[in-house]
């Protein structure tokens, strides 16, 4: 049965979408804030439904776990993805799969977006040059604090919070309208999609001197059952070693 989202719960995520796009933490906030997971941390909480909501983050983390940034130009936007696939699984009460397979075009809107944003910061990087030749620290904070800052609101949080508000129920009743053959291959296409990015950033990683750490780890997992905290804490025990012990050796 899908329930309705309220103003307030729209408005809360939305602002979510513009914390993100302010960037604050940038560096740290890119791989951690602004990932599939705590945005749809933050979607459970608002909407009250937590479990499901993390289950699409958790299969959208996969997706985007080995997306790559080259000179700030994204080829997809995770954040807007998980926030408004997560709300319509938790609001329509879609099928989860089908939420996932939603999430890639979803993304790739995003980057739209992104793309107005730096236009704007072009023409806001002009006048802070301006201020700066005048000598006006009050105008290069305005410039380059304030103005982006409060410009944010209108372009990341009220167009997602419209999108939200008046889209999310409609867009589940589309997805349960859809028939069952094409359902089938949506879901099938949701499955698929985290194993694809976990095959990217498996393919970072492989390099013959470091498969056999990796390998050790899946069969360990498969085996002995130990929970996947423990491997990965183990993981950079050994990662620690690796490093301190290879980087001795080119000093030698």
């Known amino acids: 049965m899908a329930i309705h989202m309220t103003i307030l719960q729209a408005v ?14 940038y560096t740290f906030g890119v791989t951690t804030i602004y990932s599939p997971l705590p945005a749809a941390l933050w979607v459970g909480i608002v909407l009250g439904d937590i479990p499901t909501a993390m289950k699409v983050g958790a299969a959208l983390q996969l997706i985007y776990l080995g997306m790559l940034v080259p000179g700030g130009a994204a ?5 807007i993805a998980a926030l408004v696939s997560c709300s319509i699984a938790v609001v329509a009460k879609t099928n989860i799969n ?58 990341y949080a009220v167009p997602m919070a419209i999108i939200l508000y008046f889209g999310a129920t409609q867009i589940g009743h589309l ?12 879901n099938l296409s949701g499955a698929v999609l985290p194993a ?21 780890a899946f069969f360990l997992v498969q085996y002995t059952q130990i929970p996947t905290l423990e491997i990965a804490l183990i993981g950079l025990f050994l990662a620690y070693l690796h490093i301190t012990f290879t980087s001795k050796t080119k000093e030698e």
């Open 12 to 25: 809360l995520i939305g602002l979510f979408y513009w914390f993100r796009g302010c960037r604050f933490g």
């Open 75 to 79: 080829p997809a936007d995770p954040t």
């Open 98 to 155: 089908a939420a996932v397979a939603l999430a890639v075009p979803i993304g790739l809107l995003g980057t739209q977006i992104n793309n107005i944003e730096y236009i704007i910061n072009g023409f806001l990087a002009n006048w802070t040059d301006k201020s700066v030749d005048k000598g006006d620290t009050r105008g290069v904070y305005l410039t380059a604090v304030v103005y982006p800052t409060l410009f944010k609101l209108v372009l």
């Open 175 to 186: 997805i349960n309208l859809i028939p069952q053959a094409v359902l089938n291959g949506l």
């Open 196 to 216: 694809v990015g976990f095959a990217v950033i498996v393919q970072q990683i492989g390099k013959k001197k470091l498969l056999p750490y990796f390998l050790a």
